[in-house]
């Protein structure tokens, strides 16, 4: 069991990043307990370790961070999904940093974000969203890698339906986590994910994808860290080299996936008309990415979190 604290810089609410969770079907978050704590099992981001974590934030707008997190290694048993015990062969579990770095990244505390408050002074809009939905960020996916593997699972079938389709996924072949008395299912790791050669509910062509990115992912083509460190659109570029990637998927795996602050969505025309609503734009203007690009540059170093709760009050 690992211990750790993450001071958040700048504004932040577990709060209502819990509640965000629990309106985002990807996600499908569930817990029925009122103790405001966040519970969460995930593929690490080295490849082959599933992690377990408990989130809880201390009194105030920037409370501190505290998780208590546990660590499985290894390989579910062929046919079964893996609990505690049940893990081969195993490896060496990953640095508890790794995992703070991890969970910062998905909550986006690995951010600092003391400068977005300052956005209301110059943009109306970023200044009714802050107020409407104080201290959220982005709640991300897990990785790059879980991220993509929902961009293939998700394609052209209602996004319940896919929600559906990985939680099965995860509940027969992910680790299963218990956090407080609670078992959860966590994605399958990489390797895991790319010995499966059928999916209930998934063509072929989607489970050929999802091998060639668990690949992807082992080789480090999705690694958060190196996709974040090069210019944007070298690594959407970069992305969409990768089977079943397109520049919708691509930008989601960036923005959610590797946990990019700044960056516009120029794929997402439902956000789109919301921000075009917000700002009183008609056509053709509503509808001219560059157009609405132009308009975000007010919001950066952030662009990607104004963008989140822009869609978060369109209802996503």
């Given at each position: 069991?690992?211990?750790?604290?993450?001071?958040?810089?700048?504004?932040?609410?577990?709060?209502?990043?819990?509640?965000?969770?629990?309106?985002?079907?990807?996600?499908?978050?569930?817990?029925?307990?009122?103790?405001?704590?966040?519970?969460?099992?995930?593929?690490?981001?080295?490849?082959?370790?599933?992690?377990?974590?408990?989130?809880?934030?201390?009194?105030?707008?920037?409370?501190?961070?505290?998780?208590?997190?546990?660590?499985?290694?290894?390989?579910?048993?062929?046919?079964?999904?893996?609990?505690?015990?049940?893990?081969?062969?195993?490896?060496?579990?990953?640095?508890?940093?790794?995992?703070?770095?991890?969970?910062?990244?998905?909550?986006?505390?690995d951010v600092d974000g003391n400068g977005f408050p300052k956005l209301a002074q110059r943009d109306h809009v970023v200044?009714?969203?802050?107020?409407?939905?104080?201290?959220?960020?982005?709640?991300?996916?897990?990785?790059?890698?879980?991220?993509?593997?929902?961009?293939?699972?998700?394609?052209?079938?209602?996004?319940?339906?896919?929600?559906?389709?990985?939680?099965?996924?995860?509940?027969?072949?992910?680790?299963?986590?218990?956090?407080?008395?609670?078992?959860?299912?966590?994605?399958?790791?990489?390797?895991?994910?790319?010995?499966?050669?059928?999916?209930?509910?998934?063509?072929?062509?989607?489970?050929?994808?999802?091998?060639?990115?668990?690949?992807?992912?082992?080789?480090?083509?999705?690694?958060?860290?190196?996709?974040?460190?090069?210019?944007?659109?070298?690594?959407?570029?970069?992305?969409?080299?990768?089977?079943?990637?397109?520049?919708?998927?691509?930008?989601?795996?960036?923005?959610?996936?590797?946990?990019?602050?700044?960056?516009?969505?120029?794929?997402?025309?439902?956000?789109?008309?919301?921000?075009?609503?917000?700002?009183?734009?008609?056509?053709?203007?509503?509808?001219?990415?560059?157009?609405?690009?132009?308009?975000?540059?007010?919001?950066?170093?952030?662009?990607?979190?104004?963008?989140?709760?822009?869609?978060?009050?369109?209802?996503?």
């Open positions: 069991m690992y211990a750790f604290t993450i001071t958040p810089e700048g504004p932040f609410s577990l709060a209502a990043g819990l509640s965000f969770l629990k309106s985002f079907t990807p996600a499908r978050y569930h817990d029925t307990a009122q103790d405001q704590a966040l519970r969460l099992a995930f593929p690490c981001d080295d490849g082959h370790s599933t992690v377990g974590v408990e989130v809880r934030q201390a009194d105030g707008p920037q409370g501190a961070v505290q998780a208590e997190a546990i660590v499985h290694t290894g390989l579910p048993r062929e046919g079964q999904a893996g609990t505690a015990g049940e893990t081969e062969p195993v490896r060496p579990s990953p640095r508890v940093d790794a995992v703070r770095q991890q969970l910062a990244r998905i909550l986006s505390l200044a009714e969203l802050i107020s409407a939905y104080p201290g959220l960020r982005p709640v991300c996916f897990h990785s790059p890698y879980e991220a993509a593997a929902w961009a293939v699972i998700g394609h052209r079938i209602r996004m319940v339906q896919a929600a559906t389709i990985k939680a099965r996924i995860a509940e027969h072949h992910g680790q299963h986590v218990t956090v407080s008395g609670r078992t959860l299912h966590a994605f399958p790791t990489p390797l895991v994910l790319r010995q499966l050669d059928r999916i209930p509910g998934l063509p072929d062509t989607k489970v050929e994808r999802l091998r060639h990115l668990a690949d992807a992912a082992l080789a480090g083509d999705l690694d958060a860290n190196h996709l974040r460190a090069m210019p944007a659109q070298d690594a959407l570029a970069h992305l969409r080299t990768l089977p079943g990637i397109g520049p919708f998927s691509a930008e989601l795996i960036l923005i959610r996936g590797a946990g990019h602050p700044d960056l516009f969505p120029r794929q997402e025309p439902r956000l789109h008309a919301e921000m075009a609503r917000a700002y009183g734009l008609s056509e053709p203007d509503a509808s001219d990415a560059n157009r609405l690009a132009g308009i975000s540059d007010r919001w950066a170093p952030y662009r990607s979190w104004v963008a989140l709760l822009l869609r978060t009050r369109s209802g996503e």
